[in-house]
């Protein structure tokens, strides 16, 4: 059974019924509805508009597709990548869908999501946006890459409160700057200290250290910072390579060594003078009693406050030589007494001690055997 309806422009348009589908035989005319258009399918679920060719929906206002009842919204095929789905305002490439993948601004994407352009997170519910993943997440670029912005007040990468997570800066090898339980390794994904460096350290600055010890691999205490007198303390033997001495910044030669250095022990001042190497040590009454330490070799005394007591070291350094003199003149009714180390086997000269009592007199006295010295 068919149905006629006669165009404005007197062309007669014909339906015919063929059980469900309903045909518009001539094109030339249009079918023109002043309401909706309601599909209510009774064989198949889904209602169908069909056509042999293009098929394009326009509207003069707003279109929407989907209503407020609709559990979900399918544009394009399934099992082809044949028909890209398009869907743009401005050009033909805003959003496509190809082949699975989608793309913005271009219309050929060749991963899951594929952007010409910059994506720009801006949430409004919370302060910070996130991007999360399952699994593993790779941040590939083929030229440069920046975290950061002018804008970044700060860089966060990691974890907090975790030891789990190491994170690895590189360039070269997996282990060039690593980050694990808030120690930095260079050279080795393991850090055991707060700084642990595999290789060597060059500074071009000052290097501050708030600890008094700097330590070997195994612990042991190499160098002592020992307070603000400014005094370094080595706790092993120091080995000078290369050009054999130690020197100021601007290549200035303060100690030339012209063999091998075993050892070099340093309590006090050093002054050198003639190829001679001194050490000079100022004593007042307020020092008394003073024991004497491996590097003294002359003491300046001032008696002026009072008298001044030193006691020898023990006399078991065969050829040690030590001077002591009143430089300030006040010897004669301030003594200097000079005890031994142990008065029931040693002697000075046959006797215990020793008296400078003169004014501006000295003493030079020579560990001449053992328990014994001599008074040149």
Known sequence: MGYHIIGADLTEVTFIDQGTTVVLEDSTDTLELGGDIQLKPTV??????????????????????????????????????????????????????????????????????????????????????????????????????????????????????????????????????????????????????????????KLSGDLTVGGQDIKSNDGTTCMTLVDSTGYVNFAASIRLAEDNYIGTPNDTVLLKLDGTLDRLDISGGIKSSGGQVTAVRSLTNSDSTYAVVAGDYILSCDTTSGVLVITLPAASEIGRTLHICDTAGTADSNAITINVASSGSETIQGDTALVISGEYASATLVNVATNKWSVL
């Open 44 to 201: 198949t679920s889904t209602a169908h508009i069909e056509t042999t060719g293009s098929l394009r929906v326009r509207a003069t206002d707003n279109m929407h597709i989907g209503d407020s009842g609709v559990d979900s919204i399918r544009i394009g095929r399934t099992n082809t990548a044949l028909a890209k789905i398009h869907i743009r305002s401005g050009s033909d490439s805003d959003l496509v869908v190809s082949d699975g993948k989608v793309g913005i601004g271009m219309d050929d994407p060749s991963h899951s999501l594929e952007v010409d352009g910059d994506i720009q997170l801006s949430p409004t519910a919370i302060s910070t946006a996130h991007i999360n993943t399952a699994g593993s997440l790779k941040i590939d670029a083929d030229n440069n890459m920046q975290i950061g912005h002018t804008g970044a007040d700060s860089v966060r990468i990691g974890r907090t409160n975790t030891a789990l997570a190491k994170i690895h800066i590189r360039s070269g090898a997996d282990t060039d700057l690593v980050v694990s339980d808030s120690k930095v390794g260079i050279g080795t994904d393991s850090p055991s200290q707060a700084l642990d460096v595999v290789g060597d350290v």
